[in-house]
C-alpha cells in the first residue's frame, strides 16, 4: 500500500505574516483531526497522508522553524543541479537540506515553460537531489494542444525517458512524480477522474515494465485545479496516490480538507487490496 502524500506548492506566494497564519490554520487542523480520532497524520501513522509544503525558497528557514513540532514536511520548490559556486540566485541540495527539506520540486511545468528549463536539464537537477538524499517531486504533463493532438503518453514518456538516461529505474523507488496536465494547472480546469487515472495508470505501467517493484512503490500525485470539491474522486483512483496543490494549498481549510480526502480514500483503497 502507498502512502498518500499531499504537497502545497505555495509558489510565489506569501509573506511573513500569512506564512504564520497559513501554518497556524494548518496545525490546528491537523491537532482537530487527531483529538476526534478521525484522521491520523505524519510518517510514523502508518498510512495515513504526509503533509508537505514547498514555499519561496527564501522563507523556508522561517517555515522550518515553524513545523519543527509538527507532522507537516519541508520541501522546496526548485534547486540548483550544481553543488555550490558562482550561480548566482541559484540554492543547492545542501542548502535544502541545512533547513530540513526532505523534498524538492523539480521540472514544475511553470519552470520549463517560462524559464526554459529542458527535459535534460532537469533530468540532471533529478540526479543531483536523488544523490543528496533528497526526494525529487519530478513534475510532468502535457500541453493542451498536445492532449488534443493525442500525444499525452508521448510526452510524459520523453519527460521521464530523459530521466532514465541519467539514472537507474530504481532511483524511481525514492521519488515521487506529479503528473500536472499543463491546461489545468491554475485554470480551474481540471483532468477528470478517467482521464487522470489513465495517465498516471501509464505511467506506472511504464515504469512497472522496467522493474515490476519499482512501478508498485512510486508514489504519483495529480496536479492541476485540485481542490476540496473534486479532491476526494481523484484521490479515490487506484494510481493517484495523492496531490500537488496551487491556489487551493493557500487557504487551510481548503488544504485540509484535501489532505482527509486522502486520508479517506486509504481505507478505501486497502480495502481493495
Ligand atoms: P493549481 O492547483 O493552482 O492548479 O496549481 C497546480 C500546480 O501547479 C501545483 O504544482
Same mark, same amino acid.
Not at 245 to 268: H, M, Q, R, W, Y
Given at each position: ?5 499531499? #504537497? ?14 497559513? &501554518? ?22 502508518? $498510512? ?24 507537516? /514536511?519541508?520541501?522546496?520548490? $526548485?534547486? /540548483?543541479?550544481?553543488?555550490s559556486g558562482a550561480f548566482t540566485g541559484e540554492n543547492s541540495v545542501s ?16 519552470r520549463r515553460t517560462l524559464y526554459a528549463e529542458t527535459d535534460q536539464f532537469?533530468?540532471? =537537477?533529478?540526479?543531483?537531489? +536523488?544523490?543528496?538524499? &533528497?526526494?525529487?517531486?519530478? +513534475? ?10 493525442? =500525444? ?9 525517458? #530523459? ?8 532511483? *524511481?523507488? $525514492? /521519488?515521487?512524480?506529479?503528473?500536472e496536465p499543463v491546461w489545468a494547472i491554475g485554470t480551474g480546469k481540471t #483532468? ?9 495508470? *501509464? ?6 515494465? &522496467? ?12 496536479? @492541476? /485545479?485540485?481542490?476540496?470539491? $473534486? ?14 496543490? @496551487?491556489? #487551493?494549498? &493557500? ?7 484535501? +489532505? ?14
Amino acid at each position: 500500500m502507498r502512502q498518500p502524500l499531499v #504537497a502545497g506548492n505555495w509558489k510565489m506566494n506569501g509573506s511573513i505574516e500569512n506564512i504564520k497564519e497559513l &501554518l497556524d490554520g494548518i496545525k490546528q487542523g491537523i491537532k482537530q483531526g487527531i483529538k476526534q480520532g478521525i484522521i491520523e497524520y505524519g510518517l510514523d501513522k502508518g $498510512n495515513s497522508v504526509e503533509i508537505v509544503v514547498c514555499p519561496p525558497s527564501i522563507y523556508l528557514a522561517e517555515v522550518h522553524s515553524q513545523i519543527k513540532d509538527s507532522a507537516i /514536511s519541508l520541501g522546496a520548490q $526548485n534547486v /540548483s543541479d550544481q553543488a555550490s559556486g558562482a550561480f548566482t540566485g541559484e540554492n543547492s541540495v545542501s542548502m535544502l537540506k541545512d533547513y530540513g527539506c526532505k523534498y524538492s520540486i523539480i521540472g514544475h511545468s511553470e519552470r520549463r515553460t517560462l524559464y526554459a528549463e529542458t527535459d535534460q536539464f532537469i533530468a540532471k =537537477k533529478f540526479a543531483v537531489v +536523488c544523490e543528496a538524499q &533528497l526526494i525529487p517531486i519530478f +513534475c510532468i504533463g502535457e500541453l493542451l494542444e498536445e492532449r488534443e493532438a493525442g =500525444k499525452t503518453e508521448d510526452i510524459v514518456s520523453r519527460q521521464i525517458d #530523459a530521466v532514465l538516461d541519467v539514472v537507474d529505474i530504481s532511483a *524511481f523507488k $525514492n /521519488s515521487v512524480i506529479a503528473y500536472e496536465p499543463v491546461w489545468a494547472i491554475g485554470t480551474g480546469k481540471t #483532468a477528470t477522474p478517467d482521464q487522470a487515472q489513465e495517465v498516471h495508470a *501509464f505511467i506506472r505501467k511504464k515504469l512497472s515494465d &522496467l522493474d515490476a517493484d519499482t512501478g508498485a512503490q512510486v508514489q504519483i500525485l495529480y496536479g @492541476g /485545479s485540485m481542490n476540496a470539491s $473534486n479532491a476526494e474522486e481523484l484521490l479515490g483512483m487506484p494510481d493517484i496516490d495523492g496531490g500537488l496543490i @496551487g491556489g #487551493a494549498s &493557500l487557504k487551510p481549510t481548503d488544504f485540509l480538507a484535501i +489532505c482527509n480526502a486522502a486520508n479517506a480514500t486509504v481505507n478505501e483503497k486497502e480495502s481493495l487490496v
